[in-house]
């Protein structure tokens, strides 16, 4: 079998493995790429491979790092079975038509201030483009093998990331007549945090195709919670307003979660807490949906209180004029709006107002890209531009590194080691260079594993 790395090789988007074994081609992940301009770019280079020839797509999680690439391979041709979780079939149907939605946004806002460097810009895809492609969306169980081809067979199992996130175990049948496995890790999640179960163990596997986002950072053991009060305190105290630019999926539900335990703990002053993101909206409809998927806790409260991502403590905001009257909003309080990395969507409305004012706080919940207007302002740049306007940058820009939907290295390093046996050799995706290279020597030094860094578009066989 070969598979190729097409996306997700030495940078942490856009998520695309291509496995060919005979003439049947299987593609895990179809992700858009995400951060600056040079990751945009890379969307509208021509893929490696023709969308036509991939029999069948396997997402891992409904992440648009790892999705949002779909609706432009069925427009080009790909009509074969598109695999996924129940949860994470449902996020899709949000999801792609948010983000073709968003596409066409971006390209008319971009002919309008004359800032694209296609004449006239054009979107990726559409809307329509997204929901057309749902049509060829599957359910796959979680924890039940299925057939795909003679000779390949594929189980999804819990890994803890976001709702209806999975790795995935697909065994095949070599020249040789022995039976192999390969793992892709997808977005391994933490053990312990808010809402979903935790991952579950590593498999027996010959190759791992394993993330590596983190590879070189350990999360803080401090309690997130705790952080989260500490700087929410801190700025209710200037009197400003918080801006916490957060993934509409996971993310947001994360941090509604603890603010609704800190609120109801009485720990934090009870603000107005705006939920500026339609999609989000719906996805907590989803989480709070799929209660399988919840951990002991999450059940306890929902028997005993209800839900407590649905709650009057915090204000769904669904039309854009409400999402606009919210910068005339005097504070403290806090909006939380999507993308969390600050590289498109209603949160840059929030920006733009909000920066400029040394009372407000931006505070930055998630992993910023290199090249995003979020890892930027982390960075300390004080003069950028939201939506083609320049500002100079006012506001305090805080962070919670111990918030985080994805293993550091240490708990990758535990997760390799709940497998029966060590994996037979380890391909590293989904991570910048310099966390790569330091993940693969500690592989190599403390488990003595076979570890490969491909490169883009770089084919192995297995
Ligand atoms: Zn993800």
């Keep these: 079998m070969k598979i190729g790395f097409h996306g997700a090789a030495r940078t942490v988007t856009g998520s695309k493995y291509l496995l060919t074994l005979d003439h049947y081609r299987l593609l895990v992940d179809c992700g858009l790429f995400q951060g600056g301009f040079e990751m945009h770019q890379r969307n509208w280079r021509p893929l490696a491979f023709s969308p036509a020839s991939v029999d069948d797509v396997l997402f891992t999680h409904a992440h648009i790092d790892h999705t949002g690439y779909f609706p432009r391979l069925a427009a080009d041709g790909f009509t074969g079975r598109a695999l996924a979780t129940p949860p994470t079939k449902a996020l899709l149907g949000v999801l792609l038509p948010d983000s073709g939605g968003l596409q066409e946004e971006e390209a008319r806002f971009a002919n309008k201030k004359g800032f694209s460097r296609h004449q006239p810009a054009k979107p990726l895809y559409t809307e329509d483009d997204a929901n057309r492609s749902l049509q060829l969306l599957h359910r796959m169980e979680f924890d039940q093998e299925t057939t795909l081809h003679k000779g390949l067979k594929v189980k999804l199992h819990r890994a803890g990331h976001i709702l209806g996130a999975s790795f995935a175990e697909i065994r095949y049948r070599d020249p040789e007549d022995d039976w192999k496995t390969v793992v892709f890790s997808g977005d391994l999640g933490r053990r312990a945090v808010p809402i979903l179960h935790d991952p579950a ?214 997760w390799i080691k709940s497998a029966p046996t060590p994996p037979k050799r380890v391909y590293l995706t989904h991570g910048e260079p310099a966390a790569q290279d330091t993940f693969a020597a500690r592989l190599r030094s403390e488990l003595g594993l076979l570890v490969h860094v491909p490169e883009p578009d770089d084919v192995v066989e297995v």
Excluded at 254 to 276: A, C, N, Q, S, T
Excluded at 335 to 356: D, F, K, N
């Design 201 to 414: 163990p590593l498999p027996a596997c010959d190759v791992l195709v394993c993330e590596s986002t983190y590879g070189d950072r350990l999360h803080e053991a401090t309690d997130p919670k705790e952080q989260l009060r500490r700087e929410l305190s801190d700025s209710f105290r200037r009197g400003g307003f918080t801006v916490i630019p957060a993934f509409a999926v996971g993310r947001t539900q994360e941090i509604l979660y603890h603010l609704f335990e800190l609120f109801e703990e009485g720990r934090l002053p009870k603000v107005p807490v705006y939920v500026d993101s339609p999609m989000a909206n719906s996805v907590v409809e989803l989480y709070c949906r799929y209660r399988s998927e919840h951990d002991v806790e999450m059940q306890e409260l929902e028997d005993n209180v209800g839900s407590p991502l649905q709650t009057p403590y915090f204000t769904v905001v669904r039309k854009r004029d409400e999402s606009k009257k919210l910068n005339d909003l005097p504070g403290p309080g806090i909006v939380i709006s999507a993308s969390g990395m600050a590289t498109g969507g209603r949160v840059l409305h929030h920006l733009l107002h909000r920066l400029p004012d040394a009372r407000n706080t931006v505070l930055f919940v998630g992993y910023q890209a290199e090249g995003s207007l979020g890892r930027r302002l982390l960075e300390g740049e004080t003069d950028v531009t939201v939506l083609g306007e320049g500002l100079t940058v006012k506001a305090a820009i805080k962070k919670i590194p111990a918030l985080s939907a994805h293993a550091d290295a240490n708990e990758i390093i535990a």
